[in-house]
């Protein structure tokens, strides 16, 4: 029997102002915008785009919805149906970073199922190594990443400003979701084999009893 390609939701959260939005264009057109300020996008907005693996095609739509996914009808919406959560942070502002166990308690408890991955934006901005400042180091990120390893699926950096990680961060995370999805369908083939009837036979047990 034919099937579609595969289709995955993928939901974009996070603090304000870490480049959600810019994520959301490059992955949209492949363009940046220069923010003026620290900015919220208004309204819901997705884009659905086609991934070759090469030996499979794969198709992630991608959400974006600035502030208002802390509105619970834009919420509802917002997380229903969600494969995959990429959870933003600014590599260059550790506020933004501090605050992500309670994104990542957000999405299991409103997207049940969802896999997780993690991106650091804003890479082009950081300075020479010894001048992090208020920037996330590696420490913070080891940290952070042994006590959340059961639940993040994928880690990346990224720049939106000179597209630098995106195209890989897309592919690999399209790679993870196929992968995950494969591996349900065989464990089920395996659980249900052809002949097997067991619904029957515990019918049939239960008629013997009576």
């Known amino acids: 029997m034919a099937t579609g390609i595969p289709s995955f939701k993928v939901i974009l959260h996070g603090e304000y102002g870490v480049g959600k939005s810019s994520i959301f264009r490059r992955f949209m057109n492949d363009t940046f915008t220069q923010a003026t300020g620290k900015q ?3 309204g819901l907005d997705q884009c659905t785009r086609t991934i070759d693996l090469g030996s499979q095609n794969v198709k992630l739509t991608l959400w974006d919805t600035g502030g208002m996914e802390r509105m619970s009808f834009i919420g ?21 970073f501090s605050i992500l166990s309670q994104y990542i308690l957000d999405i299991v408890m409103n997207a049940e199922g969802a896999k997780i991955f993690l991106c650091g934006n804003m890479t082009d901005q950081l300075g020479p190594e010894g001048s992090e400042g208020n920037a996330v180091t590696d420490t913070d990120l080891d940290q952070f990443m042994s006590q959340c390893q059961d639940v993040l699926s994928g880690v990346y950096r990224v720049s939106c400003k000179d597209s630098s990680g995106l195209e890989e961060m897309f592919r690999d995370m399209a790679r993870v979701l196929h992968q995950d999805t494969m591996s349900r369908m065989t464990m089920r083939r395996d659980m249900i084999r052809p002949g097997d009837t067991p619904e029957r036979e515990q019918t049939t047990e239960k008629k013997r009893c009576c």
């Open 40 to 42: 919220s996008t208004i």
């Open 76 to 96: 509802s919406s917002y997380y229903r149906g969600a494969h995959a959560a990429l959870l933003c942070y600014s590599v260059n502002n550790k506020d933004t």
